[in-house]
């Protein structure tokens, strides 16, 4: 028997509700297995938890998070209450670094049952591997004013350890899919990280001469997205250029709001964390209408992260069917709540087993 | 009688062939107006020039520039002869900065006659103003390499003048068209300068108070290009995100190849240059089936810029009945090649004069 012990962090809004779905389906999973069982720890970190304490969490929670297998995460979020630099910086961001969850993993895919804002989408299965520590998002940079003159200054880190260790990820994985890595570049504007970024990209696809390597720029990148992105594979990018193609992928896929993400800590120091693309729509929180499937899809990640990935495919392969049935919530025009949906997928997930 | 005398840079490739055909719409608006009238110098600038001469453009090229109202530009570039770097560095973002041209303009409309790839387009009619002369494409940077460490650092660069310049150009934009400017940020992530790029925002937008302002991250506003962009009006963004945004842009009008730029010196201390989006397209030049409607929409905006809104309109509705009479080239799905295309819009000129 396989115990995984995970940190739950359902955080706020719609986060509340659709963790403990995606629990009952991963209990489901592992009910069938048989050889595997969570054991799930919550933690009731988040807005809610800084208005009444002033920290996002207390000052020894990435020790106490450093004793799980793993963390699974719903949504961080109070806009208005809590700012969102605040929240970001106080949670999502801290225990992205300091757990060193260097790489950022998110894929779009057309899936069964949904339907793309694209006139004539091809099947596409794009895998982005994010380099999520570093890049564009230094906090390194400040601002000058003096005789009436003012500006700021941002700088972006690219070393190769980093670099590297995003890009073989993306080639190991592209070795189990169709064996294709694009990189994001735009070294024809931008003079030193990007011409950087090439010369590890092409170093680093020589040690992989059995997977096919391409660059691209990323405005036409952005294009492909929209016009032909059953042509790309894996794609691999910094930190804000991933920030973006991902965005892009969740609105070709239909909605950002089933889009999954898992930030990874490849080297398995620490434990990686598992959570969903979209935010904690307030708007919607405590209604019981909220959309599941980012959930339920991030929960498959972990499940492939853990091992599993027949067990992944199971999951998606029932989000698919659930999709197919048109039990949707009301995001994806349907009619259905989010205790239907999980029903559904649970039932599929029952089936396909 | 107003004269404008314009220097012409066809460049190469199919620069070659797309530029006389929108040089002959021009003549036909002026003949229509009679009140103006074009003086073109052409100048044999490009790879051509540096595989014969070692540079782009000669040594006094800039100064010679320097006495024209504007300039008329194809495409530069011959992949595999000439490094893009030098060709870009050359000649088009040396004309870019040394004229001081720091604001990009391009549109994305949905045309007539197009075909999206977006399934249910609503109409869309959007301007991004890009900032053209720093940002991320500052050329600050380097490469630190000791003890096994490897790391380049690219700092990009905002002033609140050039920040401040290209923002006030989007209101003014907006105020002569639905009074709606979306600014491009990513203030979540980017900790220096898109805070600072807000700060400036907030300033300007007050200036404006009949003009609606709003912040969007870069990775929702590039989902809202494919998800809702009849919602946007004008979008002022930084270099790179501007360049990111116009390629979507171009993607869902259906085609980049219909897409115009306009690289704008406001102050007009010197020249303004106009440019299509496409590049050179070496594989399809010389064989007259380039698509001339890229550069005819590039002469709008000059036309635009000149003062004559009207003739422009004239212009981009004679291309959209043309593409209406479905007289479009092979890119666009059509039969007809370059001269056809061009007779027919010329046509459609005439009758809508
Ligand atoms: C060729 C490249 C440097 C350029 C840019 O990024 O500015 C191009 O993509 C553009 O948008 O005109
Ligand atoms: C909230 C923001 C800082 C974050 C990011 O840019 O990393 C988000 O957009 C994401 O993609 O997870």
């Known amino acids: 028997m396989n115990l995984y012990s995970i940190a739950v962090i359902p955080g706020d ?96 895919k057309l899936l069964h049952g949904m339907k793309s804002p694209l006139a004539a989408p091809q099947d596409f299965d794009i895998l982005v591997v994010r380099e999520n520590s570093e890049g564009e998002y230094a906090e390194v940079g400040g601002r000058v004013h003096r005789n009436g003159e003012e500006m700021a200054i941002q700088s972006a880190v690219f070393t190769r350890k980093a670099s590297e260790r995003a890009m073989r990820y993306a080639f190991t994985q592209a070795a189990k899919r169709r064996g294709h890595v694009t ?47 059953h042509v790309l594979d894996v794609v691999v990018a910094s930190n804000l250029f991933g920030d973006i193609l991902t965005d892009l992928g969740g609105a070709i896929m239909g909605s950002i709001g089933i889009a999954p993400a898992a930030n990874l800590n490849v080297e398995r120091t620490y434990p990686s964390m598992f959570e969903p693309v979209h935010g904690s729509a307030p708007d919607i929180a405590g209604k019981g209408i909220a959309n599941p499937l980012g959930q339920i899809w991030t929960s498959k990640l972990m499940l492939d992260f853990l091992g599993h990935e027949d067990l992944g495919e199971i999951v998606l392969g029932a989000m698919e069917d659930t999709l197919d049935d048109n039990v949707k919530t009301a995001d994806l025009g349907g009619t259905a709540n989010l205790k239907e949906v999980t029903e559904r997928v649970i039932e599929h997930v029952k089936l396909r087993a």
Request: charged share 15%; aromatic share 10%; hydrophobic share 45%.
């Open 13 to 108: 809004g719609i986060g509340i509700e659709v963790v403990p779905a995606a629990i009952q389906v991963l209990d489901t999973v592992a009910e069938i297995h048989g050889g595997i069982r969570f054991d799930w720890t919550h933690f009731p970190w988040g807005c809610e938890y800084y208005l009444q304490h002033g920290t996002m969490m207390p000052q020894d929670g990435i020790d106490t998070l450093k004793s799980f297998h793993q963390i699974f995460l719903g949504a961080v979020g109070m806009p208005g209450l809590v700012p969102d630099h605040v929240s970001l910086s106080g949670l999502l961001l801290k225990i992205r670094r300091e757990l060193e969850q260097t790489i950022n993993v998110r894929p779009a």
């Open 183 to 229: 990189s994001a570049t735009k070294s024809n504007g931008i003079a030193y990280s990007m011409p950087f970024w090439d010369d590890v990209f092409r170093e680093v696809s020589q040690l992989y001469p059995d997977i096919q390597a391409a660059s691209n720029h990323i405005d036409a990148l952005a294009a492909f997205f929209v016009m032909k992105p």
